[in-house]
C-alpha cells in the first residue's frame, strides 16, 4: 500500500468519524442546547457526554491499549471542530486532553481513567495558579501526607465534575493528586465566563487528596498534556469560526436593504471572501500542525505546534466573530441571535491556554531553540 | 525518451535537484531582474540539450510529459534553487494553445522553435483600456487577403522590446453581442514596419514592460490559432494550471528567508514588537503552505481545481508584501537607500525586495478581481 491510499484511507475514517460526532452533537440539540444550559446548575449535558464517550470521543488519540481510538490527535481535532460549531459546553478538550492526557501518561491502571474514557465522571483539570501579573509562573500549591494547601485558577468544568485532578508541588517534585468534589476543607469560587460557563478557583486548606503519581514525569506528562490540549482548544476555535462564518454568509444572502441582499454590495463580498481564506488557512494551519504532533515523539516540537495552531486559531475566531457582529448589524447586538454566542464562546476558547500574542511568542522562541541547537 | 511519471516522486525531485544543483549557472541563481534572453541563453541551451524546456508538453511534441504531481515538484524544485524563469511565455502560453487549438502544420513549425527559442515570446493582452476589464479589449484585425492588418495598442508587454513574436488577443467582429465574442487569437513577428515598441519604466527603475503599437501590424491568415473569435474562450483554458502556481508560497518564503537574514543582522530581534511581526509573517507563510498542500494534493490525486483556489495568490502575495515592507522597517533610516545594504559580509537590497512585491497583487487578476471571482464562484453571493 502506498503512502498515498493509507492517507485517503485515514481521511475516510477522520471522514466517518467526523459524521457520527456531528450527528450526536445535531440530534442532542445542536447550538440551541449551548443557550439552554447557559448558566445551568449542572453546566453540560452528562448523557450526552457518555454518548460521546461511546463513540470514542473522549480516547480518540489514546493508544488503543489504553482504551482509546488509537487515531491520533487528528482525530481528537475532528471531535474539537464538531464541538466547537454547536458550541458544545461539555468540557471535551480539558477532558480529552488535559484529565485524559494526564491519566493515561502517569497512571493508565487507575479507575479514573476508564471512568473518564467512559464519560461517566468529570475531573476537572487544576494546575494553574494566579500570580501577580496573570498566570503564575512557579507552584505554590502544596501537597503533603495526603493533604493540599494552596489555591488554583482557571479550572474549567468544575460544574458537574466529580473531582479535580490537581497538580501540585510535593516532597520530591510535582504530584499529580485527586480531590473529590465534596472534600472536606475545599472552597471552590466561582468565576462567571462570557459564554455562560463558569470558571472556578479552588482553594485548598488541608484538602484530603489521593496522590495518584510524584515526580519528574508529572511535569513531563504536564507539558504534553498542554500541548494536547492547546492544540485541541485551536480546533475547537477552527469549528466555531467556521460556522460563524457560515451563520454570517446565510444573513448577508437573505437580509435585504436598498432592494437587494446586503451580500450583493461588494465591500461586503470582499470582507466575507477575506473571512473565508482566514478560515481555510486556519483550517489547513491547525490540521496540519495536529498531523504533525501525530508524527513526532518531540515535546519541543510538539509544543511548537500547539502554538502556531492555537496562534491561527485566535487570529481567525477573532477576526471572523467580530466581523460576523459587524455584517449582522443591529441584530448581531442582541442576545437573541445566535451569531452573538460565537462572539461570546470565542472570547473565552481564546482567552483558555493562552491567545495568540502569547502563542507567538512562545513559537518564535521554540523556533529559535530548534534552530540554535 | 523517459516516462519521468513512472518514477517515484522522491526519486524524480532527486534528479531535478541535482540537474539543477550541478548545471545552473551560480550567477544566474536568484536574479532580481528579468534578463533579456541573450544573459540566459547558455543555460537555455543547456535545458534544451536535456529536453527539459517544456516541462508540461507532451512528449511527443518535445516536453517531458509531466503530470500535475511531477509539475509541481519540477516548479517547486526550480524555485528552491532560484532558477530564472526565462523567457518561457511561448512554452508557458503559445505551446499549449497550438497544441490543443492549433493545426498540424502550426504545430510542426511553431513548437521546434517555441523549445529552441529561435521565437522569443510576448503577450500582447492588455490595452490601455482593458486591464482588469480583459474582455474590453479594442485592437482590431481585419482579413485583407489572405493577411490580417492589426491596429491598436498593447501595453503592460513584458520584454517586448526582446522579443521575435507577440501572441495577442484582437477583436475580429466588432459587432457581435457580447465582448467575449468577437475575439481572435493570433500570432505575428515583431521586427516589421507596423509594430513600434516603446520601453515603460517602472517604480523600481527597470524596463520589463512595454507599450506595442499595431499600425497596420501584418500576420499571415495561417497565425490565426483555433477558430475565429473564439480566442477569449481558449485564453481562459490556459489558465487553469497558473492558478496554483500564481499562489505557491514560494515567493514569500524565499523573502521572509532574506528578512530573518537582515533583520538578525540589524539586531531588529531584540525588538518585541518586530519580534511579534515577525512572528506573525512567518507563521501566515507557514499556514498558507499547509493549504497549498491541500490543492497539490487535489491536483496530484488527479482532480480539478475549483475557482477557491484563488485563495492561495490572494494571501500569498499580501504576505509576500508585508515581509518586504518588515524588510524596510528593519532598515531603519536606510529604509529608502537604493543599492545592497550591507548586513554582516553580505549586501542585501532591501528596496528591490519591496518593488518585486509591489505587482504581485495587481498582475494574474488584480487580487480585488480574484475577490470577486471568490464571491461570486464560492461563496454565492448574489449580484
Same mark, same amino acid.
Given at each position: 500500500?502506498?503512502?498515498?491510499?493509507?492517507?485517503?484511507?485515514?481521511?475516510?475514517?477522520?471522514?466517518?468519524?467526523?459524521?457520527?460526532?456531528?450527528?450526536?452533537?445535531?440530534?442532542?440539540?445542536?447550538?440551541?442546547?449551548?443557550?439552554?444550559?447557559?448558566? #445551568?446548575?449542572?453546566?453540560?449535558?452528562?448523557?450526552?457526554?457518555?454518548?460521546?464517550?461511546?463513540?470514542?470521543?473522549?480516547?480518540?488519540?489514546?493508544?488503543?491499549?489504553?482504551?482509546?481510538?488509537?487515531?491520533?490527535?487528528?482525530?481528537?481535532?475532528?471531535?474539537?471542530?464538531?464541538?466547537?460549531?454547536?458550541?458544545?459546553?461539555?468540557?471535551?478538550?480539558?477532558?480529552?486532553?488535559?484529565?485524559?492526557?494526564?491519566?493515561?501518561?502517569?497512571?493508565?491502571?487507575?479507575?479514573?481513567?476508564?471512568?473518564?474514557?467512559?464519560?461517566?465522571?468529570?475531573?476537572?483539570? #487544576?494546575?494553574?495558579?494566579?500570580?501577580?501579573?496573570?498566570?503564575?509562573?512557579?507552584?505554590?500549591?502544596?501537597?503533603?501526607?495526603?493533604?493540599?494547601?494552596?489555591?488554583?485558577?482557571?479550572?474549567?468544568?468544575?460544574?458537574?465534575?466529580?473531582?479535580?485532578?490537581?497538580?501540585?508541588?510535593?516532597?520530591?517534585?510535582?504530584?499529580?493528586?485527586?480531590?473529590?468534589?465534596?472534600?472536606?476543607?475545599?472552597?471552590?469560587?466561582?468565576?462567571?465566563?462570557?459564554?455562560?460557563?463558569?470558571?472556578?478557583?479552588?482553594?485548598?486548606?488541608?484538602?484530603?487528596?489521593?496522590?495518584?503519581?510524584?515526580?519528574?514525569?508529572?511535569?513531563?506528562?504536564?507539558?504534553?498534556?498542554?500541548?494536547?490540549?492547546?492544540?485541541?482548544?485551536?480546533?475547537?476555535?477552527?469549528?466555531?469560526?467556521?460556522?460563524?462564518?457560515?451563520?454570517?454568509?446565510?444573513?448577508?444572502?437573505?437580509?435585504?436593504?436598498?432592494?437587494?441582499?446586503?451580500?450583493?454590495?461588494?465591500?461586503?463580498?470582499?470582507?466575507?471572501?477575506?473571512?473565508?481564506?482566514?478560515?481555510?488557512?486556519?483550517?489547513?494551519?491547525?490540521?496540519?500542525?495536529?498531523?504533525?504532533?501525530?508524527?513526532?515523539?518531540?515535546?519541543?516540537?510538539?509544543?511548537?505546534?500547539?502554538?502556531?495552531?492555537?496562534?491561527?486559531?485566535?487570529?481567525?475566531?477573532?477576526?471572523?466573530?467580530?466581523?460576523?457582529?459587524?455584517?449582522?448589524?443591529?441584530?448581531?447586538?442582541?442576545?437573541?441571535?445566535?451569531?452573538?454566542?460565537?462572539?461570546?464562546?470565542?472570547?473565552?476558547?481564546?482567552?483558555?491556554?493562552?491567545?495568540?500574542?502569547?502563542?507567538?511568542?512562545?513559537?518564535?522562541?521554540?523556533?529559535?531553540?530548534?534552530?540554535?541547537? | 525518451?523517459?516516462?519521468?511519471?513512472?518514477?517515484?516522486?522522491?526519486?524524480?525531485?532527486?534528479?531535478?535537484?541535482?540537474?539543477?544543483?550541478?548545471?545552473?549557472?551560480?550567477?544566474?541563481? *536568484?536574479?532580481?531582474?528579468?534578463?533579456?534572453?541573450?544573459?540566459?541563453?547558455?543555460?537555455?541551451?543547456?535545458?534544451?540539450?536535456?529536453?527539459?524546456?517544456?516541462?508540461?508538453?507532451?512528449?511527443?511534441?518535445?516536453?517531458?510529459?509531466?503530470?500535475?504531481?511531477?509539475?509541481?515538484?519540477?516548479?517547486?524544485?526550480?524555485?528552491?534553487?532560484?532558477?530564472?524563469?526565462?523567457?518561457?511565455?511561448?512554452?508557458?502560453?503559445?505551446?499549449?494553445?497550438?497544441?490543443?487549438?492549433?493545426?498540424?502544420?502550426?504545430?510542426?513549425?511553431?513548437?521546434?522553435?517555441?523549445?529552441?527559442?529561435?521565437?522569443?515570446?510576448?503577450?500582447?493582452?492588455?490595452?490601455?483600456?482593458?486591464?482588469?476589464?480583459?474582455?474590453?479589449?479594442?485592437?482590431?484585425?481585419?482579413?485583407?487577403?489572405?493577411?490580417?492588418?492589426?491596429?491598436?495598442?498593447?501595453?503592460?508587454?513584458?520584454?517586448?522590446?526582446?522579443?521575435?513574436?507577440?501572441?495577442?488577443?484582437?477583436?475580429?467582429?466588432?459587432?457581435?453581442?457580447?465582448?467575449?465574442?468577437?475575439?481572435?487569437?493570433?500570432?505575428?513577428?515583431?521586427?516589421?514596419?507596423?509594430?513600434?515598441?516603446?520601453?515603460?519604466?517602472?517604480?523600481?527603475?527597470?524596463?520589463?514592460?512595454?507599450?506595442?503599437?499595431?499600425? *497596420?501590424?501584418?500576420?499571415?491568415?495561417?497565425?490565426?490559432?483555433?477558430?475565429? *473569435?473564439?480566442?477569449?474562450?481558449?485564453?481562459?483554458?490556459?489558465?487553469?494550471?497558473?492558478?496554483?502556481?500564481?499562489?505557491?508560497?514560494?515567493?514569500?518564503?524565499?523573502?521572509?528567508?532574506?528578512?530573518?537574514?537582515?533583520?538578525?543582522?540589524?539586531?531588529?530581534?531584540?525588538?518585541?514588537?518586530?519580534?511579534?511581526?515577525?512572528?506573525?509573517?512567518?507563521?501566515?507563510?507557514?499556514?498558507?503552505?499547509?493549504?497549498?498542500?491541500?490543492?497539490?494534493?487535489?491536483?496530484?490525486?488527479?482532480?480539478?481545481?475549483?475557482?477557491?483556489?484563488?485563495?492561495?495568490?490572494?494571501?500569498?502575495?499580501?504576505?509576500?508584501?508585508?515581509?518586504?515592507?518588515?524588510?524596510?522597517?528593519?532598515?531603519?533610516?536606510?529604509?529608502?537607500?537604493?543599492?545592497?545594504?550591507?548586513?554582516?559580509?553580505?549586501?542585501?537590497?532591501?528596496?528591490?525586495?519591496?518593488?518585486?512585491?509591489?505587482?504581485?497583487?495587481?498582475?494574474?487578476? #488584480? *487580487?480585488?478581481?480574484?475577490?470577486?471571482?471568490?464571491?461570486?464562484?464560492?461563496?454565492?453571493?448574489?449580484?
Amino acid at each position: 500500500m502506498t503512502s498515498t491510499d493509507m492517507t485517503s484511507q485515514n481521511q475516510d475514517e477522520l471522514r466517518l468519524f467526523r459524521e457520527s460526532v456531528r450527528t450526536l452533537f445535531d440530534r442532542a440539540g445542536g447550538v440551541g442546547r449551548a443557550r439552554k444550559l447557559r448558566g #445551568a446548575p449542572q453546566g453540560w449535558d452528562a448523557g450526552l457526554m457518555r454518548e460521546l464517550a461511546e463513540a470514542g470521543a473522549f480516547g480518540a488519540a489514546i493508544p488503543e491499549k489504553q482504551g482509546g481510538l488509537g487515531m491520533g490527535l487528528v482525530a481528537a481535532g475532528v471531535v474539537a471542530e464538531e464541538a466547537g460549531r454547536v458550541l458544545a459546553p461539555e468540557p471535551i478538550v480539558a477532558m480529552a486532553g488535559l484529565t485524559i492526557g494526564l491519566l493515561y501518561r502517569l497512571c493508565p491502571a487507575h479507575a479514573a481513567l476508564s471512568a473518564a474514557l467512559e464519560g461517566n465522571s468529570v475531573l476537572a483539570p #487544576a494546575w494553574q495558579e494566579r500570580g501577580p501579573r496573570g498566570v503564575a509562573q512557579t507552584r505554590a500549591c502544596r501537597y503533603t501526607d495526603g493533604k493540599l494547601d494552596g489555591r488554583k485558577a482557571w479550572v474549567v468544568g468544575s460544574r458537574g465534575a466529580s473531582g479535580y485532578l490537581v497538580v501540585a508541588q510535593g516532597g520530591a517534585g510535582p504530584v499529580l493528586a485527586l480531590v473529590q468534589k465534596g472534600a472536606a476543607n475545599l472552597s471552590i469560587e466561582e468565576r462567571p465566563q462570557a459564554d455562560g460557563s463558569v470558571m472556578a478557583e479552588l482553594a485548598f486548606n488541608g484538602t484530603p487528596a489521593e496522590r495518584l503519581a510524584e515526580g519528574a514525569a508529572v511535569e513531563t506528562a504536564l507539558s504534553e498534556a498542554v500541548s494536547d490540549a492547546t492544540a485541541l482548544a485551536a480546533a475547537e476555535l477552527v469549528g466555531l469560526s467556521e460556522r460563524a462564518f457560515e451563520i454570517t454568509l446565510d444573513y448577508i444572502k437573505t437580509r435585504e436593504q436598498f432592494d437587494k441582499p446586503i451580500g450583493a454590495f461588494q465591500v461586503l463580498q470582499h470582507r466575507a471572501v477575506d473571512q473565508r481564506i482566514m478560515q481555510e488557512v486556519a483550517a489547513a494551519g491547525i490540521r496540519e500542525a495536529l498531523a504533525r504532533m501525530d508524527q513526532t515523539n518531540d515535546p519541543r516540537q510538539r509544543a511548537r505546534q500547539a502554538s502556531r495552531a492555537k496562534a491561527r486559531a485566535c487570529v481567525a475566531a477573532r477576526k471572523i466573530t467580530r466581523e460576523a457582529i459587524q455584517l449582522h448589524g443591529a441584530v448581531g447586538y442582541t442576545d437573541e441571535f445566535d451569531i452573538g454566542l460565537y462572539l461570546n464562546r470565542a472570547l473565552v476558547l481564546t482567552a483558555w491556554l493562552g491567545d495568540d500574542v502569547y502563542h507567538r511568542r512562545l513559537w518564535l522562541e521554540a523556533r529559535e531553540r530548534e534552530e540554535a541547537a | 525518451m523517459t516516462d519521468w511519471n513512472q518514477m517515484s516522486d522522491a526519486e524524480f525531485r532527486k534528479e531535478v535537484r541535482r540537474f539543477f544543483e550541478t548545471e545552473y549557472p551560480a550567477e544566474l541563481r *536568484n536574479l532580481s531582474h528579468r534578463p533579456k534572453f541573450a544573459e540566459i541563453e547558455h543555460w537555455h541551451k543547456k535545458l534544451h540539450a536535456k529536453g527539459w524546456v517544456a516541462p508540461a508538453w507532451p512528449a511527443e511534441y518535445g516536453g517531458m510529459g509531466l503530470n500535475a504531481a511531477k509539475l509541481l515538484i519540477f516548479y517547486e524544485e526550480q524555485q528552491r534553487w532560484g532558477i530564472v524563469r526565462g523567457r518561457d511565455m511561448g512554452v508557458q502560453m503559445v505551446g499549449p494553445l497550438i497544441i490543443k487549438y492549433g493545426t498540424q502544420a502550426q504545430k510542426d513549425y511553431w513548437l521546434p522553435r517555441i523549445l529552441s527559442c529561435e521565437t522569443i515570446w510576448c503577450q500582447g493582452y492588455s490595452e490601455p483600456g482593458a486591464g482588469s476589464d480583459l474582455a474590453n479589449l479594442r485592437t482590431r484585425a481585419a482579413l485583407e487577403g489572405d493577411e490580417f492588418v492589426i491596429n491598436g495598442q498593447k501595453i503592460w508587454t513584458t520584454m517586448a522590446h526582446d522579443s521575435t513574436h507577440i501572441f495577442m488577443l484582437v477583436r475580429t467582429d466588432p459587432n457581435a453581442p457580447k465582448k467575449q465574442q468577437g475575439i481572435s487569437f493570433l500570432l505575428a513577428r515583431m521586427d516589421q514596419p507596423g509594430i513600434t515598441v516603446r520601453t515603460i519604466k517602472t517604480l523600481a527603475g527597470e524596463e520589463e514592460f512595454c507599450e506595442v503599437f499595431l499600425d *497596420n501590424a501584418r500576420t499571415p491568415r495561417e497565425n490565426l490559432v483555433g477558430e475565429m *473569435n473564439k480566442g477569449w474562450t481558449m485564453a481562459k483554458a490556459l489558465l487553469s494550471f497558473e492558478r496554483i502556481f500564481i499562489g505557491s508560497p514560494n515567493l514569500a518564503q524565499n523573502a521572509l528567508i532574506q528578512l530573518e537574514g537582515f533583520a538578525r543582522g540589524r539586531g531588529a530581534f531584540e525588538d518585541p514588537v518586530f519580534r511579534d511581526r515577525f512572528a506573525q509573517a512567518a507563521l501566515d507563510v507557514e499556514d498558507h503552505a499547509a493549504l497549498y498542500t491541500r490543492f497539490a494534493d487535489q491536483l496530484k490525486r488527479g482532480e480539478t481545481l475549483g475557482s477557491d483556489v484563488s485563495m492561495l495568490k490572494i494571501w500569498v502575495t499580501e504576505t509576500f508584501q508585508r515581509i518586504t515592507e518588515l524588510m524596510v522597517e528593519a532598515a531603519g533610516p536606510d529604509g529608502g537607500t537604493l543599492g545592497p545594504l550591507q548586513v554582516g559580509n553580505v549586501g542585501m537590497d532591501v528596496l528591490s525586495s519591496f518593488y518585486k512585491a509591489r505587482p504581485t497583487t495587481i498582475y494574474g487578476g #488584480a *487580487n480585488e478581481i480574484q475577490r470577486n471571482i471568490l464571491a461570486k464562484a464560492v461563496l454565492e453571493l448574489p449580484d
